[in-house]
């Protein structure tokens, strides 16, 4: 995933977060909320129907949502850090070896071939 | 039931009569007639899945569940918006119902009454509302009621405020934003550009040496 | 639910071939009754795990092991009894009072592993997080092993659950499609089409369209008992919502804490000690079955071809110690192959060989590295970096010794032998060479600090490190040969033919002999019998190999291995030498001991006389035939000159 995509995602699901966090509240009040045009004196109380499922949408729902979007934070991080560590290419000037002194090499042999032999 | 002979005169009668449906009221039994049939049509099919000897898997019955969830939201909008029409209406059978051949369909069809799970379900509600209508007074009760929505009014708003506190899009706070109206007018992002870029176009004879010497 | 009883015969007739821990257990042997049995030890196979275990009525439809090991004689039984029980133990250890506390700790981990995943299935369940997404997790929390011990939630209760599920959605399919006619009926007369769409079959037939009728009384505002008892059962729900809702989020917010703080950590740990050099890659643990990273730490990608382990290791948190791991991904299964322990190491070892006696005696003896040392402070030891240097230590020597015994089976008719899978022998005259793979174990790593130095452990030790370098120049000539394979239409062949361990140190040790084998023929034959006779020795040119056209077109990398290379060429070249022997007035003779293979030897004679005209110039492979010779040469040719 791009990184402007990935930013992208992080800006929704935030956003869906507050927003499931706000539904969340906004189910559990007890009266309704309503319109200025319809019975402006007198609030009505929720039917029972209404009243039962605003409460399954307040736990399926928006309860679900609110976790979903906390465990899509968590699978973006994961996703991001493999690509961090997973994707590194060691860079050629800096990571390589250190370059063998050939001369000082040469010489240790010769004298590998001297001690392994003189003491025989 | 091979033959309905209160049919035929039935028929005749109401040819006779016109009966005035006027007070019906198609346009919100329609609308909820709609939003009725895809639910009762999501509920049977969830049923057939569940009723499967080896069930689905579980995320597409979560998401039946979560589509019924829907439906029943918007069935529930539906009536509570016609809730005051269909209030006050109050159905009668009419003439041409058999009421000989099915008088239990009739007072099954039209009652009001709630099963008994749902009684029971209510009963619950109440008792968990912690609220005995006998040792409080009417005031006390309402008084209490009133407290609940307060909370609730004050919670609902803090999350607003709180909502208002953040930029949601856009790569700068909302602080920096209400400082200079200006930013985040535009899209600022920049993808990075790598350090690798790759000659072009390929060289005819490095490609060759590779072919033939190898890397 | 029942599963295919041939099937679980199978099963249970394979297992008796395989480990068959049905049979010792007595959880198993409970259930002739129809309901599963309610523990099952942990022992039982993955692959018994997703049948369900349904002994169904008890009939001889199951294979009752119980019977049939019942019957088994004594003789058999015992051991698979031992076996079932894993290596090591003894049939003298069980006893009541140890199996009756096997069972009790069983039982507990089941109650816990139970009681764990309650909280897991209900999770999964509800929540699904988007299937394509996850890419890696180190505890999955959905992951197969959470549903194996979702089927141990016993049928019972599942089929409680669903049950209970179904009939809820009777209820509501019953309740929505009765409503669904009603206002499909009411409807049917002012808009008949609409109507008929929805009404059943029967409601269509048995009542005429349009049979119910509205009519419309004043509205009638609730009372206020009424609304204050609405309030009061929405209160009460709303509560309840609320509730669920919250011990749904708490929960869900500690394991996702858990789980964070322990990913947090994993990615930390290998973010911190690995660096971009390191080839990690994600894999799948063999052994708990999660996906997690893994590291290779075999040497393939310098030139190796060793292909009897595969070189990575699983990198895994253990929480224990709250630190990596990383365990070679093919450490079980070598084990249980009764390969012998997974570490081993390589030791030189020489002997000098007492006259008197006709014995060796030890003299030298390389030392154990330090990297195989448990190490002193004990952060070190834990730390992933040393892990891994370890594993790379621990696969090198082990494809030292591989390549050391294909090479050791073509000298054999130089006094290399093959005593075990572990030890290669090489004999000299005077001593004796011994490479050995030791085991990495406790008393190893304790005694090795008792011995005391020895003459010859430093040649041991130089003779260890040049055998090490020389497998190197192998790995190195193998990449240089990868890189200049034009097309890659076969495979690239591993250097079977070409592995040069030994063979260039022992040539070293056996030209030397030769050398003074010779210059003792030399003595005895030409210099003193000739007077004043003086033997040289030529400095051979270091015969440039035919190193192709230094192309000034090779890429750096090659040119780079060619000088690695050559560097070694000193040790690797043949063995030559050339001698002169100058005989006064007669002219010289030209000796040259060279060997074919390293360990062989031929010499070249040339007899050059005063006016330069070769008169013999001769090969010999046999050291007694040379002297022969010499002495006729000798006798011939010089004395009899001076005779002249």
Redesign the interface.
Known sequence: M???GL?EQL?RT??TL?HS??N????????TEKDDEEHGA?E?????????????????????Q???G???L??MT??I??K???T????EKA?SQQE?E?AK??DL??E??K???G?? | MSDRPGSAPAINASSQEEFNFQHVPAQALDAVRMRLAQLTHSLAKLKDEMAKADLPQWYSLQMQVSVILTQLQSLTTTLHHFEELLDSTIVYPVGTFPTTAHEGLLTTLLRKKNIPEAESWIHDAKETAGIDLNTMSSDDVKKCLKDDEEVTKWALGFLKQEHSNYAFRGLHTSQEISENPTLGAYDEYQPSVSNNIPKQPFDVDSILKIIHQGA | MTNNPPDQSSQAANHETKRIPLAIDPNFMKTTSSALPTDQSDDNDKSQNGTHQNATTGQSLVNNPYEMFGSMPLDQLIPVILQSRGIGSKFADLSERVLSEEIANDAEDMEHVKNLDEDVEMDSSDFPANADQEALKPQQIEGPLAREEEDQMTQEQFQQLKNSTVQSLNLSVNEASLALEFVSLLLSSVRPSAANASMSPFLKNAVPTASLNAEKIPYEKATESEIVDKKLTTRGWKLRSLEESRVLLKDTHKTLEASLRKEQNYWSKVSANTSKKDVIFKMKDQETGEKSLGLKYGYEDSGSSYKQERGIAILRYNANKDALEAVPAEKQQFESMNRGPFEKFMRVRIFTKIQEEDDYILSGETALDDLLLAADNSGAEQNIRRQISKLQFLIFEKELMYHLKKESETLISYGVTLENENKITVEFPTEKIEFEMMNLTDEVILNHQQDAPKTNDRKAALILVMLRMLLVVMYKKQIRKKLLMVAHSKAVHPFDNEALLLRPIMGKFRHENYLNLLQKVIKTYVLDVVANSVVTEIPSDYRKQNIPVRRETYDKHITKLDDEITLFDKILQLPRIDLKVELPGSGKIEFGLESSNYCNATTSVKLVDASNATIFDTRFSNFKELEDFLHFIVSEYVTEGKQE
């Not at chain 1, 969340?24 to 009266?31: D, E, F, G, K």
């Not at chain 1, 590194?88 to 860079?91: A, G, H």
């Open positions: 791009s990184d402007k930013l800006n935030t956003e507050s966090l706000t969340l509240i906004r189910y559990a009040s007890i009266s007198q009505l109380p929720e039917s029972t129907s209404k009243t039962s499922t605003g409460g399954l949408m307040m736990v399926s729902g928006q309860t679900a609110l976790i979903r906390i465990q899509d968590m699978v994961r996703n850090r493999e961090w560590v997973l590194q290419i060691p860079d990571d063998l050939m090499c040469a042999l010769e590998w071939s001690a392994v032999l003491k025989i």
